[in-house]
């Protein structure tokens, strides 16, 4: 019933702002089209340490984030002069395509409003028709997402298409992305007509098959299976997956099906011609420097995600 479960490893966002860092994982590279999972919080800061919380404007191709709060905000700037604060419920789907850089920071102090900040990030990898797209982003409203209860559940479409729900977020491949709160005793199954399906537990405790799972592990289940998940305490979820779209390579922020293309991504970023976000372009992250280059000079080649 179970293929594998991944142990979110720590990871550092930004100086001073470590993650929960799901996918990719050295077992499990992809589930369905999404190629990147990020848990980041639920941290509370002083107003004056959250420029330490700034992601700097950094380039990304070949896929899609997909920005999910449960709290606080962001505001997003991007190549296109997207301006866009971030708040809980809204969906924000940047597609990178050929090009973009973008920057997520933590200005105002409203940012952690409720206590704490608490961000799901993903990255949705582009079919290759689709890689070299014009770059786009939208913010889609609560509003707009819908949502469907019953006793013990409540569940928003984040994206893609589930259990008959579907939306206007605009995705590149089959897929489906859920939020799903239960109550104790609650139980769940995950969509069906998907080769390649997943739960990750963000918050509190559920059984699968006899066996409990807890806050970041993702759960990869068999193709064909229709597996029960029980709460046995409130709990809160993410399901996700859809149809695989094949081998890409990965290096730093760039995705892409041909390894050639990493190559030239990160000449445009050194080079500047990828361009910053117009309303923050004062600084920016560099390229990493590659600490494992092979004898006689040049870079390892980007990493292969199937």
Do not use: C
């Not at 979110?8 to 999404?34: D, H, K, T, W």
């Not at 991007?78 to 920057?103: C, F, K, Y």
């Amino acid at each position: 019933m179970l293929d594998l479960v991944i142990e979110a490893r720590q990871a550092a966002l930004s100086p001073g702002f470590n993650v929960r860092r799901i996918l990719p994982y050295r077992l499990r590279r992809m589930l369905g089209p999404f190629i990147f999972m990020d848990h980041a919080g639920p941290v509370s800061f002083a107003p004056e340490k959250l420029p330490a919380l700034d992601v700097l404007p950094h380039p990304h191709i070949g896929l899609s984030t997909v920005s999910y709060l449960f709290g606080g905000q962001v505001t997003h700037r991007d190549s296109l002069g997207v301006e866009q604060i971030i708040r809980p419920g809204e969906v924000n789907w940047m597609t990178a395509g050929s090009g973009i850089a973008h920057s997520e920071r933590f200005e105002d102090p409203a940012a952690l409003a409720g206590g704490a900040l608490e961000m799901i990030q993903t990255w949705v990898a582009l079919p290759e028709q689709d890689e070299e797209s014009a770059p786009a982003f939208t913010n889609y409203q609560p509003h707009e997402l819908p949502v469907f209860t019953e006793p013990g559940v409540w569940m928003r479409l984040i994206a893609g298409d589930a259990f008959g729900l579907r939306n206007e977020v605009r995705t590149h491949s089959p897929l489906f992305y859920l939020h799903v709160v239960l109550q104790p005793g609650a139980r769940f199954g995950l969509p069906r007509g998907y080769p390649e399906r997943g739960a990750y537990v963000a918050k509190g405790l559920v059984e699968v098959n006899g066996r409990a799972y807890g806050p970041g592990q993702l759960l990869v289940f068999t193709p064909g299976i229709d597996p029960v998940l029980v709460a046995r305490e409130a709990s809160t979820l993410l399901l996700l997956g859809g149809e695989p779209l094949g081998e890409r390579f990965i290096w730093w922020n760039f995705v892409s099906s041909r390894r050639e293309r990493i190559e030239q991504a990160k000449a445009d970023w050194q080079a500047g011609r990828i361009a910053l976000p117009p309303n923050d372009n004062a600084e920016f992250v560099p390229l990493p420097q590659d600490k494992s280059r092979p004898a006689g000079g040049g870079s390892p080649p980007p990493q292969a995600l199937s």
